[in-house]
């Protein structure tokens, strides 16, 4: 167990649908991730947390909306997805300084 | 544009053997890089990671070097066993401020049979 849990483990949503994913971390980290795994292309980054600011956004489009509500917790709002953005969602999440990342086990999208 | 690439793609080898997976990067500008491990459908495991000031890192039958000017790193698998069996991610990051920014290779997927 790496300490990163995300729910929900899958989903299944329209595109017309609203869902959010939920991360959340137990070691006491500072920094938190959003990655997306799309089939034989490698991760993307997408968004970066420190200590509750979002400090990087990997030009993802506006339909995915991340939120940090403290340094424990992250989400990630969806809304009007496209077929093209069902993937393995994965949040990750370091103390402060660039070491080493601990993945939590991801969230499977498939937007119909 | 920092890119990682990972070689080979794909590997399958009896139990027991000795191999090698390669991943190179393009700007030998990093801070760290790490191996991960992928099971199927599930998260990333951390194996190793290498500072930039480092040549190797060891952990039970891995062991990773790093060639920072020549963009290279390898990782070393002993005797390898069916438990091996998953697809291995390296990853580069470019700096040490707060939060680290991967850049991911594509990955070798490991088979190894029994």
């Known amino acids: 167990e790496t300490g990163v849990t995300q729910t929900p483990r899958h989903l299944v949503m329209g595109m017309t649908n609203k869902k959010s994913l939920k991360c959340e971390q137990h070691?006491?980290?500072?920094?938190m991730y959003w990655y997306k795994q799309s089939a034989k292309k490698p991760l993307e980054l997408m968004f970066v947390?420190?200590?509750?600011?979002?400090?990087e956004n990997n030009s993802v489009p506006s339909r995915f909306s991340p939120e940090c509500p403290n340094s424990s917790h992250l989400f990630l709002h969806l809304h009007t997805l496209q077929p093209e953005d069902s993937a393995l969602y994965l949040c990750?999440?370091?103390?402060?300084?660039?070491?080493?990342?601990?993945f939590g086990p991801g969230t499977r999208l498939l937007v119909l | 544009k920092q890119e990682v690439t990972q070689i080979p793609a794909a590997l399958s080898v009896p139990e027991g053997e000795n191999l090698v997976l390669n991943c190179s990067f393009t700007?030998?500008?990093?801070?760290?890089l790490q191996w991960f491990r992928q099971d199927p459908g599930k998260g990333l495991t951390s194996l190793l990671l290498i500072q930039s000031s480092q040549r190797e890192q060891t952990s039970g039958r891995l062991n990773a070097s790093l060639d920072k000017s020549s963009g290279r790193s390898t990782l070393y698998i002993a005797a390898s066993q069916p438990g091996d069996s998953a697809t291995y991610l390296c990853?580069?990051?470019?700096?040490?401020?707060?939060?680290?920014?991967?850049?991911f290779g594509e990955g070798t997927q490991l088979t190894v049979n029994p």
């Open positions: 070691l006491g980290h500072n920094a």
């Open positions: 990853a580069v990051n470019p700096r040490k401020t707060s939060g680290s920014r991967l850049t």
């Open positions: 700007d030998s500008a990093i801070y760290n």
């Open positions: 990750a999440s370091t103390p402060s300084r660039g070491e080493t990342q601990y």
């Open positions: 947390y420190n200590f509750k600011e979002q400090t």
